[in-house]
């Protein structure tokens, strides 16, 4: 085991710190000099000796001292001149003492240090202030010599000082540390801190204040150095919401009543009680900069239960991507997990537009009736646009939860304000850039699409293989359906083929990192494919997990000190991001998505772009941690091959103080108290007379 960190000075509760200020000591010894020589007395003529006896008798005696009497100034003065020496000694009463020449302090900056806590004298205050005051106590018990650096412990280790040796700027250092609203790892800090002492020579020792709440619990074993842990704040009752998800359905679906026709937004908390008794509270919906309640349930939480709680409300087509904030009323010691975020869905109906190109292979106005694709071999030429469309139509519209719109490419290219979510279909071309969300591309002509280059025509192709691992191939199969010609498809990436036959690869995935695309090269209509239910399936597939990027908008989870990725259009220009707080935070655009690259905060994140398709987007970040929010006493487990020793602050004498200043004022009040002796005003004798000199 390592040695305490903590060690009480029961038999020396003053140390000095720098004992050469003691050499003033030395000047003693000249003060009671000048007080017992004898003092060379003049002569002057008076009318009797008799009232001088005593000066006449010390004026006759040979040596040249007298005998040391008290007297208050040399009392004064030598009192004066001992607490001068003593303040330049620098006194101080350790109660604590950091032992090591190099010492790396690591502060647990995650989101439970935000709970309310009781400091020494039961003043209100936080877990994360208790530990900076901790942090700043162990400062001043070093070793005089000794350096020391801070880190911070968040979802990532951050350098809050260096390896330094002025405590002041030390100290000052710790001032900015604040929880944030993340989950912490520990064992990126730890891994920081040994890396940064491991070159140095002499004792080294890491110090991690904490309060015990990990969220990986096995981030302190294995250390090499000597480890030790002090935890902070007592263990507290706290209720949270652990889980959100908002999504657009039908009135009385959430219910298990009969659907209705009107629309409905619907929100699915998970409300947990980490506590040992019951919480009664309200959970509230409104919107974001609303006062206004949408909605609102009283709930009884039992100890240790985790509690679904639905709200529901029916939005206006204003209400469209606002956001939302769930509370949790009263508020308890940890109100960061009291309250939630979300975004209003963009409404129940996911809009389609379907462009036709034109003619692709085929001679223009001869692509084949609906139907006709049931005996290949017969009607149009391969890649015909008209009769493919007509089936993609047909298969779009029969989705009840889809609005479909048909018209040209130059439609599509020219529409204002269309909705950046719609999922778009080409047939018959292969546009660059086109709008909306995600993509499916039938039929396109020769050349270069999305970075699969359309070959040459492949006749009467034989399907082979298709990736059901992928989703938007998922439930179906291709047994059967046979193809009157296909355009052979060369992808970037052997991965990206999705529908292969003997002759080539007839359909890739042509996904970017903003949307997921899919190209056909073939004419859906030139084939029997329409009249089997893999081809409904397929449109399906398609049509819901356009659904899904629209409901989230966003590339991976929105969870707070994770990036957030946003789907923004790829023409996009002057981007801008501002955090929960109004602050402008740093974002990065490539390919279509927007990246910020830290959400400290849990809160709503808003992002606004210029260009063709200007728009905005808002975006919710969440805590949702049952880690954090859960306050309730855990062991720490720490182990390491240095040694490793856990204490709590509560258990460790008080901190280490300076007297230099309360020592010179005293010696100063000395010095005082001796001037106005010399300089007072003597009291006149009774009658008038004088006092003998």
Not at 370 to 392: F, I, N, R, V
Not at 525 to 542: I, M, Q, T, Y
Not at 654 to 664: F, I, K, N, P, S
């Amino acid at each position: 085991m390592a040695a305490p960190l903590a060690q009480a000075s029961a038999g020396a509760p003053l140390a000095l710190l720098s004992p050469t200020g003691l050499w003033l000591l030395a000047l003693l010894g000249p003060l009671v000099l000048l007080y017992i020589l004898k003092i060379k007395r003049s002569r002057r003529r008076v009318p009797s000796t008799w009232l001088w006896a005593a000066a006449q008798r010390d004026l006759m005696a040979r040596a040249p001292f007298r005998r040391l009497l008290a007297q208050l100034p040399l009392i004064l003065q030598a009192l004066a001149l001992a607490l001068l020496a003593l303040a330049l000694a620098r006194p101080a009463s350790r109660g604590r003492e950091l032992t090591g020449d190099h010492v790396a302090i690591i502060l647990d900056a995650s989101a439970s240090m935000s709970a309310a806590a009781r400091g020494p004298s039961g003043e209100a205050t936080t877990r994360i202030e208790l530990a900076k005051q901790l942090a700043r106590d162990l400062l001043s018990g070093l070793a005089p010599g000794s350096d020391a650096l801070i880190l911070e412990a968040g979802r990532d280790a951050r350098l809050v000082a260096a390896l330094d040796r002025d405590l002041v700027r030390l100290k000052a250092a710790l001032d900015p540390v604040a929880a944030r609203d993340v989950e912490g790892d520990l064992g990126a800090a730890v891994a920081l801190a040994v890396d940064r002492l491991r070159q140095l020579g002499g004792a080294r020792r890491i110090v991690v204040i904490t309060d015990g709440n990990l969220a990986r619990p096995g981030a302190l074993r294995g250390v090499s150095l000597p480890l030790d842990v002090i935890t902070v704040g007592d263990p507290i009752d706290n209720a949270a919401i652990v889980r959100v998800d908002v999504r657009s359905g039908s009135a009385g679906s959430a219910s298990g009543e009969p659907a209705e026709a009107s629309e409905e937004v619907q929100a699915f908390l998970v409300v947990a009680n980490f506590g040992a008794q019951p919480r009664d509270v309200y959970v509230t919906m409104r919107q974001d900069s609303a006062l206004d309640v949408l909605g609102s349930r009283r709930v009884l939480v039992k100890p240790g239960e985790r509690l679904p709680v639905v709200l529901t409300f029916r939005p206006s087509p204003g209400d469209y991507r606002k956001g939302l904030v769930f509370e949790l009323s009263p508020r308890d010691a940890m109100p960061l997990d009291d309250v939630a975020y979300g975004r209003v869905p963009a409404g129940d109906k996911l809009p389609v537009f379907l462009a036709s190109g034109g003619a692709g292979r085929g001679d223009p106005g001869t692509g084949a009736q609906p139907g006709a694709g049931a005996q290949p071999g017969t009607g149009a030429q391969p890649g015909a646009a008209s009769g493919g469309a007509a089936w993609l139509e047909r298969a779009l519209a029969s989705d009840p939860m889809t609005s479909v719109t048909s018209g040209g490419l130059a439609d599509l290219l020219g529409a204002p304000g269309l909705d950046p979510d719609t999922f778009v279909v080409i047939d018959g071309a292969c546009p660059p850039d086109p709008p909306g969300g995600d993509l499916l591309i039938v039929n396109p002509p020769p050349g270069r699409c999305f970075g699969t280059v359309v070959g040459q025509a492949l006749e009467r192709p034989t399907l082979t293989s298709w990736d059901t691992a992928d989703p938007r191939l998922r439930f179906l199969t291709l047994d059967g359906v046979h193809l009157r010609a296909a355009s052979s498809l060369t992808p970037e990436a052997a991965a990206q083929a999705l529908i292969r036959a003997q002759e080539g690869t007839i359909a890739t995935d042509i996904s970017t990192s903003s949307r997921t695309g899919t190209l056909l090269g073939f004419d859906v209509g030139e084939s029997d494919w329409p009249l089997k239910a893999s081809f409904v399936l397929f449109v399906r597939n398609l049509l819901e997990q356009a659904r899904a990027h629209r409901a989230h908008g966003i590339t991976g989870p929105a969870r707070t000190g994770e990036p957030l990725r946003v789907s923004v259009p790829a023409t996009a220009q002057d981007l801008q991001a501002i955090g929960p707080a109004g602050e402008r935070l740093d974002v990065a655009q490539r390919a279509g998505v927007a990246v910020v690259a830290e959400t400290p905060r849990a809160g709503l994140y808003r992002l606004a772009w210029q260009g063709p398709q200007a728009g905005s987007a808002v975006v919710p970040a969440n805590l949702t941690s049952v880690a954090e929010s859960d306050l309730t006493p855990r062991p720490v487990v720490a182990e390491g091959g240095g040694g490793v020793a856990v204490s709590s602050a509560a258990g460790e004498p008080d901190a280490h103080t300076e007297w230099t200043w309360l020592v010179a004022l005293a010696a100063l009040a000395f010095v005082v108290v001796d001037v106005w002796y010399f300089t007072r005003v003597p009291r006149p004798l009774r009658g008038g007379g004088s006092p003998a000199g």
